[in-house]
């Protein structure tokens, strides 16, 4: 690739397809020895990114050097044997290019209904890998939203002394959402020693294993130690990182900064992230209704949609569950309506006070067989 690139240096579309081809090897949901393998991984960045200016500022390929931003700032790209400085070199000339006005213009032009959330996301996200840390980054997290056209994960990417963790020590997956490590506080320190699953394989923890550690609070610093791995199938034990040590302080001013920072959020998402905070806060709002929360997001189908989850059992909320081991579970899907986040999360929470919410969200989970004894209708795509 690089001696193409080299050979037809005016080429836009090799060097488009070469842009993605990197994007592509660094995909958090893939394997990332795909690209630390790759021995012309370094040459064909820097013929990518030094004549990308050569491209026309399209939404594509401003979204293609926005991915590859991201990645040589938090991702699998920042783990390549670098040159000194040249990887910050490389992210400085991406964010001179992609904020001079014909490229911000070209992020922002998305009039079409399946262009619109890629603008969005490079209005939110476009400044992003280029600013610096203002504290040293021993331990910083960096949540990270992918290309929506390519239904990308939302990653809460752990750094340490710089350096991605998951795909550093595990690889077979992304790091887990900021709902799941944020927002319910799992890498908060306390006395108690705390296993967090930090990762899990995309194809699941069963098929291809997950990455955990241990966090817990030592007088005046935070601990990070005995890290697992779970490897279905294998032999032979994985590696195991060392135990790092972080001042309390400084951790925990930075987890609290990435808890309250949703500028990386759009707003479905935003709804389902408040939806999710009432649920915590009151959980009778559902447990009332026999239901116990499930799964609360944006739609994977449609992210201008927030989705809430429930299990049903009946006998939940006397206590006297009936058939735990056979639970329903139901989908609950809520478009944006235009109002503020806020107002439709509230709206969203009021409902599901005062209606209950088998009555108008669909079966999408459990059996047939349970689902009819119980006298709800089977979903004909499950």
Not at 231 to 242: C, I
């Amino acid at each position: 690739m690089p001696d193409l690139l080299d050979h037809h240096p005016s080429d836009t579309d090799l060097l488009t397809h070469a842009g993605r081809l990197l994007v592509r090897m660094g995909c958090s949901r893939d394997d990332p020895t795909d690209l630390l393998a790759y021995r012309d991984a370094l040459r064909v960045y820097d013929r990518v990114v030094s004549r990308a200016g050569l491209l026309p500022p399209t939404l594509d390929n401003a979204a293609m050097l926005l991915s590859l931003a991201l990645d040589l700032s938090s991702g699998t790209g920042v783990l390549l044997d670098w040159p000194p400085e040249r990887r910050a070199a490389l992210l400085d000339s991406l964010g001179r290019l992609l904020a001079e006005p014909r490229w911000a213009a070209a992020g922002a032009t998305g009039d079409e209904a399946d262009q619109r959330p890629r603008a969005g996301w490079i209005r939110r996200t476009g400044r992003q890998p280029f600013k610096r840390p203002a504290m040293p980054d021993e331990f910083r997290i960096e949540v990270v939203v992918g290309d929506p056209a390519y239904r990308e994960p939302v990653e809460a990417r752990v750094l340490i002394h710089g350096r991605p963790v998951v795909p550093t020590v595990f690889g077979r997956g992304p790091a887990h959402s900021p709902e799941y490590l944020l927002d319910e506080g799992r890498l908060r320190a306390g006395a108690e020693p705390r296993e967090v699953q930090l990762a899990e394989a995309d194809c699941t923890e069963g098929c291809c294993g997950a990455l955990y550690v241990t966090i817990r609070r030592d007088a005046d610093q935070v601990v990070w130690e005995k890290w697992r791995q779970t490897m279905p199938g294998s032999r032979e034990p994985a590696p195991e990182p060392p135990a790092y040590r972080f001042d309390a302080s400084a951790y925990h001013a930075e987890i609290a900064r990435a808890e309250t920072d949703c500028t990386w959020s759009w707003r479905a998402r935003t709804i389902a992230r408040l939806i999710k905070a009432g649920l915590i806060e009151e959980p009778d709002l559902l447990s009332r209704w026999d239901a116990g929360r499930g799964w609360i997001s944006s739609g994977f189908d449609d992210p201008d949609t927030a989705v809430v989850t429930f299990w049903y059992v009946p006998g939940l909320a006397s206590g006297s569950p009936e058939r735990a081991d056979s639970p329903l579970q139901f989908r609950w899907v809520i478009p944006d309506d235009g109002t503020s986040p806020e107002a439709q999360a509230t709206a969203a929470l009021r409902r599901l006070a005062e209606e209950d919410p088998k009555s108008y969200a669909q079966v999408c989970g459990g059996s047939r067989e349970r689902a009819e004894e119980l006298g709800f209708s089977w979903p004909d795509s499950a």
